[in-house]
C-alpha cells in the first residue's frame, strides 16, 4: 500500500493528494518522510505514464503548519557525509516532482519553512492560504537552504528578493508572498484545498501529453539561452501532431464538442 504513517496518499478521480503528516513536529521533514516522499513519486510517476493519475496536490497535515522546515533534531548531530546524503535526498524529491508529466501544487496553510518552502517551491505552482508563512531560516541555524532553496526561490523571485530571504531568516506572510511572485494565488483557508483541488481537476481534463509536453519544455527552457529554449519550444509544438489528443482536440472544437482525450 503507499503511504506511510507519515504521509498520506489518496486519489480521487485522477488527482492524488499526498498529505505530510507529522503534525506534532508541524510536519518537520526527516528521512524517513524524505525517503516516502520518493518512493510515492516514483509510483506516482508510474501512475501518471498510465493515466491513472493526472495532478498532485502535496499538503501538511493540522491546522498550523504545511512544513516547518527539515527536522532540526534529526540534523542536529549529522555529519558532513550524512547531511550531504540528506541534502541528495530532498534534492532528489525536488527532482522527482519537477519531472513528473503532471501538474504539481502545493497547498501551503500556516509555516512553509526551510526545507518546508522549498518542497513548495519544487511544485509547478503555490496557492496559499491567508495564514501562510514563508521564509528560509537556515542561517539562523547556521546552516543554508539544502533542498534547492537557494536556487529554485531565485528563479521564481529574483535573485535580489532570495538574497534578502536567504540572509536574513526573515519570515513573509502570504500576501508578501504572492506580490513577489512566490505564490499564485492567496485564498482563505478553508478555501485552499478546495481550490487546488478544483485547479488540479481541470488541468487533468486537458490533453495530457500536451501539459506533460508545456510543463517539460517551461521548466527545461528556464534553464536555457532563449533561443534555445524557443528550439525546444518548436520541436514540442510540433511533435504534438503526432498525437491523437491533438487531432480530437482540433477536431472537438470544429465539431462543437467536448473533446475526450486519451493521453495518446
Ligand atoms: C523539528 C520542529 C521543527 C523542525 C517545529 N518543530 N519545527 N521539530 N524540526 N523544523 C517542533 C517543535 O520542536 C515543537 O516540538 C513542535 O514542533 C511545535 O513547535 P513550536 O516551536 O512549539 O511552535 P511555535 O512556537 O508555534 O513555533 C513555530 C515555528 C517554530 C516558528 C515554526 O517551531 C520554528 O521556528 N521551527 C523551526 C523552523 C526552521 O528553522 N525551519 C528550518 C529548518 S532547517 P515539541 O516537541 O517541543 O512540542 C531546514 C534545512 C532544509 O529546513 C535543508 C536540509 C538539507
Do not use: W
Not at 89 to 100: D, I, K, T, Y
Not at 137 to 157: D, N, S
Amino acid at each position: 500500500m503507499l503511504g506511510t504513517d507519515t504521509l498520506l496518499v489518496s486519489d480521487d478521480a485522477r488527482v492524488r493528494v499526498v498529505t505530510i503528516s507529522r503534525p506534532k513536529a508541524l510536519n518537520a521533514l526527516n528521512p524517513e518522510v524524505i525517503a516516502g516522499l520518493s518512493q510515492v513519486l516514483d509510483d506516482t510517476a508510474a501512475a501518471a505514464r498510465a493515466g491513472d493519475v493526472r495532478a498532485l496536490v502535496l499538503t501538511g497535515a493540522g491546522e498550523k503548519s504545511f512544513v516547518a522546515g527539515a527536522d532540526i533534531a534529526a540534523m542536529a548531530d549529522m555529519s558532513v557525509g550524512t547531511a550531504r546524503e540528506f541534502a541528495r535526498a530532498g534534492h532528489g524529491v525536488g527532482e522527482a516532482l519537477a519531472g513528473l508529466p503532471i501538474p504539481t501544487i502545493a497547498a501551503v496553510h500556516g509555516f512553509a519553512l526551510g526545507g518546508g518552502c522549498e518542497l513548495a517551491l519544487a511544485c509547478d505552482f503555490i496557492y496559499a492560504a491567508e495564514n501562510a508563512k514563508f521564509g528560509q531560516p537556515e542561517v539562523k541555524l547556521g546552516v543554508i537552504p539544502g533542498f534547492g532553496g537557494t536556487q529554485r526561490l531565485a528563479r521564481r523571485v529574483g535573485l535580489a528578493r532570495a538574497l534578502e530571504l536567504c540572509l536574513t531568516g526573515d519570515t513573509i506572510d502570504a500576501a508578501e508572498a504572492a506580490r513577489i511572485g512566490l505564490v499564485n494565488r492567496v485564498l482563505p483557508a478553508a478555501e485552499l484545498l478546495p481550490a487546488a483541488l478544483a485547479t488540479a481537476r481541470k488541468i487533468a481534463e486537458m490533453g495530457p501529453v500536451a501539459v506533460a509536453e508545456a510543463k517539460r519544455v517551461l521548466h527545461a527552457g528556464a534553464g536555457l539561452p532563449l533561443a534555445q529554449a524557443n528550439a525546444l519550444e518548436i520541436e514540442a509544438f510540433a511533435g504534438l501532431f503526432d498525437t491523437a489528443d491533438q487531432k480530437e482536440g482540433m477536431a472537438a472544437f470544429l465539431g462543437k464538442r467536448k473533446p475526450e482525450f486519451r493521453g495518446q
